[in-house]
């Protein structure tokens, strides 16, 4: 029989150990910390990226976005005309020789974008992902283009506008914001129809749930790999779960003509909404949500809240539905993560990476990376900012704040004890490409 002396001894042993030889994090990072992330930067640089959220687009193509900017619109000072870094982004992908935007100045870098979509070719678009070894970029868009190679670049198309079905002028009247988004709307739900042969809209709610659900599995064929819900730019993301025969009422009532009432209308979105998960879950296509802050003047703060879409995401009915909330339900950062405890639900950086600056970023990731890392995704939400900074720059910035970022995140857990190296890479692959390639079923 063993006595306790050698057990008291081993504990004795591991207190007095030297820092860093015991598996015991502490809140302060050792000294070496800056030279752990030049070591991990240097390793985090080579990974390929799996982008879950872009608009990869030329700034004069319609289709690259179901909405559009309010003309008001006031933007965070990272995205403002006169940042440096999208000087330093033209630089790095292009070579610019200039060192602002001026107009003398920037019709450089738009003729060379003007030529590059003249060519028609899908070269320009590939070559800008492997600038910034980004391997497979989804790309939010109303519908596929040309110009990208579907081997790379993976569709993610709209569903709001099923929402948006009847008279919408009382939608309209809103806001100026409102009346910008809703008739965006009206004319994808027009494509849809034209898409699937439909002249008018059906005569019964089970009608129009057919065409819903047709669309969805038509939208998959061509290639659709995920849905996205702007929802949050017109209405609180909460949505209740109304029986059927209101919805049929409603729309019986409202399907030809007339203006329905704001609850009518709240009831009637909410009842598709539910055919919309039901449908994805048959389809095995992930929901993506715009969940965080937005643009335009009267975006609500409360709407967006990614909290709202506790009831749906913690429903056993959807528990095989994937749910990809992006941009990282910024400012619910904290929140958001522990959205992502149900297996079924996944986050992404997207729009706050270049919102915040990598400081902030940093802090971010690294509370997600402490919490659910198999949860999380890079996103790069690149999108045209006017003719000279486009998306190509905008996929420069967010790309690069992200490295740096999760390598300083990663930087400040090894030197707190928390994991290794070795670890610290595996958890910034899976943030970058593994977590996505998974859920999109890519193998590599
Ligand atoms: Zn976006």
Redesign the pocket.
């Known amino acids: 029989m063993k006595t306790p002396t050698p057990l008291i001894l081993v504990a004795l042993l591991a207190i007095f150990a030297p820092a860093g030889t015991r598996a015991q994090a502490r809140p302060f990072p050792s000294a070496d910390v800056q030279k752990i992330y030049e070591r991990l930067l240097k390793q985090i640089a080579l990974i390929p990226i799996y982008n879950n959220?872009?608009?990869a687009t030329f700034p004069d193509d319609s289709d690259m976005?179901a909405q559009a900017a309010p003309p008001d619109e006031s933007s965070v000072i990272r995205l403002r005309d006169d940042n440096p870094e999208f000087v330093a982004a033209a630089k790095a992908l292009f070579g610019y020789p200039h060192d602002d935007f001026k107009p003398e100045h920037a019709k450089w870098l738009i003729d060379k974008k003007k030529a590059a979509e003249a060519s028609g070719s899908t070269v320009y678009w590939d070559r800008i992902l492997d600038k910034l070894n980004i391997e497979t970029c989804l790309a939010?868009r109303v519908a596929i283009a040309p110009y990208l190679n579907p081997k790379r670049f993976h569709w993610v198309f709209f569903v709001d506008s099923f929402l948006f079905p009847f008279d919408n002028h009382a939608q309209i009247a809103k806001n100026g914001d409102m009346a910008v988004y809703i008739p965006l709307q009206e004319k994808v739900l027009q494509r849809y129809m034209k898409q699937e042969g439909a002249s008018e809209l059906p005569a019964e709610l089970a009608g129009y749930e057919k065409f819903v659900r047709e669309t969805l599995a038509d939208n998959q064929k061509k290639g659709g790999v995920a849905m996205k819900f702007e929802a949050a730019y017109f209405r609180s993301l909460y949505f209740a779960d109304p029986p059927r025969e209101k919805a049929e009422a409603i729309y019986a009532k409202f399907h030809s003509g007339g203006v329905p009432s704001e609850d009518e209308y709240r009831t009637f979105q909410d009842y598709i909404f539910r055919v919309l998960i039901d449908q994805a879950g048959k389809l095995n296509l992930p929901m993506h949500f715009?969940s965080a802050v937005g643009i335009g003047d009267y975006f609500s703060l409360t709407n967006g809240n990614p909290l709202n879409l506790e009831n749906v995401l913690r429903d056993p009915r959807y528990k095989n539905v994937k749910f990809v909330l992006?941009?990282g339900g910024y400012p619910h950062t904290l929140e958001m993560i522990w959205l992502t405890a149900a297996k079924n639900v996944y986050t992404d950086s997207?729009?706050m990476g270049y919102y915040v600056y990598p400081s902030e970023l940093k802090n971010i990731l690294k509370q997600w990376i402490s919490l659910y890392p198999e949860r999380i995704m890079f996103g790069s939400?690149a999108?045209p900012f006017n003719d000279a900074v486009g998306a190509e720059e905008t996929f420069w910035l967010a790309a690069r704040s992200a490295r740096t970022a999760v390598a300083a995140a990663l930087a400040e857990l090894v030197a707190e004890g928390a994991f290794t190296e070795a670890k610290a890479l595996e958890l910034a692959r899976m943030y970058l490409h593994d977590n996505a390639a998974k859920l999109y079923g890519d193998q590599k």
């Open positions: 959220h872009s608009h976005d939010n715009h992006i941009h997207s729009l939400d999108f």
